[in-house]
């Protein structure tokens, strides 16, 4: 080449069946893979599930659950009001202090010395214990009658120790083993029969009366 020349490209020259060649030995070659264009995937959208219920109601649920779980301030107690000035009853009265039917431990001869040794001389000093209260005369008004059987037991047997031995058989007639003796559901209901109000009772009463006096 003189000075100033270009030098010429060179040129690659390749026969058209050398090219056909070429491909296909590229196509089938387990070197090459031409994968397939990808398919994009279709996604679809759920809406989200609508809210059943309100802003309103549950702003009011919300409200009441505090209305009903709030303290309620209990009303004061006002303080029963005493009347002093009242007049008390009768029936509150202190009574007579007395032993009952199961003190005696079912001895008439216990009954009989509570009454000669206390009850008589009570009511002879003390007869407004009467105005006592009513279990208290109603107790006393049931041995009454064991006074009464016991006075009329020694018009008949002329002793007074007889006539509580009498009185006493009758009571053990009454007495079992499991419940003891019954003086009220036992006798009494017999000497009540026995003593009714009139001439019978009045009697007794005198003769109980003259014993007070012996």
Request: a positive charge; charged letters at 25%; glycine letters at 8%.
């Amino acid at each position: 080449l003189g000075f100033g020349q270009r030098c010429p490209s060179p040129t690659l020259s390749i026969s058209s069946s050398t090219a056909v060649n070429a491909l296909g030995e590229l196509l089938t070659s387990p070197q090459c893979v031409v994968a397939p264009n990808p398919v994009p995937p279709v996604v679809t959208a759920i809406p989200p599930p609508k809210p059943t219920t309100s802003t309103a109601a549950v702003t009011s649920a919300i409200e009441t659950t505090a209305i009903a779980t709030a303290p309620i301030a209990a009303a004061p107690i006002a303080a029963p009001t005493v009347d002093r000035k009242k007049r008390k009853r009768r029936s509150d009265g202190p009574g007579l202090d007395h032993m009952a039917f199961g003190d005696f431990d079912g001895s008439v001869d216990a009954l009989w010395r509570e009454y000669s040794g206390v009850r008589r001389r009570r009511n002879r000093e003390q007869p407004e214990w009467r105005k006592g209260n009513k279990p208290s005369r109603e107790l006393y008004n049931d041995k009454a009658f064991f006074y009464r059987a016991v006075a009329g037991q020694k018009r008949q047997c002329g002793s007074i120790q007889a006539a509580i031995a009498a009185v006493q058989t009758r009571l053990d007639g009454h007495t079992t083993q499991r419940y003891g003796p019954s003086w009220a559901r036992g006798l009494l209901p017999e000497l009540q029969r026995e003593q009714p109000v009139g001439e019978i009772r009045n009697e007794l009463d005198a003769l109980l009366r003259t014993m007070d006096d012996e």
